[in-house]
């Protein structure tokens, strides 16, 4: 689909949208509504559909599963439930599918942000998972669920934070305490996925569980966790050359004692680090999230990389340490594939790169603008 607007403002736009709840869809559309009141749900040609399969197979599989089913690398979320694309589409899907959520391993996939897909792509991703659901959309009311705060406080933390974590932070199930999703997400969506459940996972429908009171109260103690949205732009690094891929050329290489013949440690990859030893880190994550924060001295390879083309640039005899953030499944699949193109000195960071910054670690992180820097447009 064209879009009239620059990338910046089609940001912009996007970002009050998703702080008012308005299910608008792009200008194009703006104008056009379904019988129910909803922006019109695009029709895919044979062409985008099978570009849209395509960019989930590439993309998404890893973690969401070849089924849609979700949960199979760091708790992804099933993106065939009912309940979800019934309230969902488009802009609960595409703006997590866009711009990541921060503080999971979720990253951003536009390439505004640094991500391998254009904004058509996105926009065409979102509506084949959608047509995959099979569902009907449901009109969502754009007016503040009310509540008593303190009572769904404590009912959260009885019913929700077992799985989604005392402070929402995300155990087995997502996060919940997410400023990008509280902001981009609209109170009744939040309420209907209690309501409703999230079918095809762990997660029960509350109706019938708690009473429609005690469910409004839940939703305003969640909408009361969010911590407003900043406008602010990322300044994108620029990315390695394969000159820059061997981390301390003039260095040893470490004689790291591999757990199960392929796991370092934070602790031991650190202290290499520090003495100035020789090696290659690869950073096997969507390229927007290497852009937020990544280990010194990596370069991003993500897990969909060609890595055929990738390996000609990589030294055979100079150790390659992999690491994600799911802890270890794209790390893991990265180094699969190499191995397979005959690289045999090879390990993974076992904790991954959340576990590396909880353990107090030092990474690289990118610098933004504000507007109060009149960088901004």
Known sequence: MACPLPLSRLHKLMILVGLSGILLSLPTLATEQDDKGLPPIRTLTAEQSERAAANYQKYCVLCHGENRQGHVNDHAPSLRSRSLFESGVPHAILRPLSYGRQGTAMGGYLDEVGGPLTLDETWDLTYWLFEQSGVERVAMSTQPVLGDIQRGEKIYQRDCAVCHGK??????????GNASALAHNSDEFIRYAIQQGRQDTPMPAFSGRLTEPDIDNVTAFLRSRASGWQDIKPVLQALPTPDQYVVNPQGEQPDFALAQGRYVSSADLYAALVAKKKMVLLDTRV??????????????????????????????????????????????????????????HTAVLYEGIFGW??????????????PDDGSSN
């Not at 990738?310 to 893991?332: E, F, G, M, Q, T």
């Open 167 to 176: 402070a929402g932070e995300g155990i087995t199930a997502p996060a919940l």
């Open 287 to 344: 390229t927007s999230v290497w852009q937020t924060a990544h280990i010194e001295g990596s370069f991003p390879a993500p897990y969909y990389s060609d890595f055929k083309t990738i390996a000609k640039d990589i030294p055979r005899d100079v150790l390659i340490v992999a690491y994600c953030s799911c802890p270890r499944a794209a790390a893991d699949y990265v180094i699969d594939q190499l191995k397979d193109l005959g690289f045999n």
């Open 357 to 370: 910054m909880h353990e107090g670690y030092p990474v690289a992180r990118r610098a933004i603008a504000t």
